[in-house]
């Protein structure tokens, strides 16, 4: 049976993003689902919200057949210059039908020049 419910959330307070960090403004996750439901393409999709201080900095989301994908908040979008140096930082993840909707994803905030391995 599907259930309509409320977003997942995982916080951390007090969490060091700007400041002492050369210029690790960027949020980096990757996320993505266990491969059956990957590959079925036929269940309704998943929201990603980033929040830092409550405040909506990304918005995400994630179909079936995305595979494992890459999502970056680029914080100097959301805050200019103002770019706090520490706050919460908070992940909503919701679905409007959960039925086989296990989101695995990891996170970490980097350098904005950061590349990606080739």
Not at 32 to 58: A, F, M, Q, S, W
Request: aromatic share 6%; glycine share 12%; hydrophobic share 35%.
């Amino acid at each position: 049976m599907s259930v309509v419910s409320k977003p997942a959330h995982i916080g951390v307070r007090d969490h060091l993003i700007g400041a002492g960090l050369a210029l690790a403004y960027v949020i980096v996750l990757h996320g993505g689902l266990d491969y059956h439901d990957e590959r079925d393409e036929n269940k309704g999709p998943i929201t990603l919200r980033v929040l830092v201080d409550g405040r909506e900095v990304g918005k995400f989301v994630h179909r079936d057949g995305d595979g494992m994908a890459r999502y970056e908040v680029d914080l100097r979008s959301a805050f200019g210059a103002q770019v706090p140096a520490r706050g919460e930082l908070r992940l909503e993840i919701s679905a409007i039908d959960t039925y086989r909707r296990s989101f695995c994803w990891t996170g970490t905030v980097q350098n904005g020049r950061r590349k990606e391995a080739p």
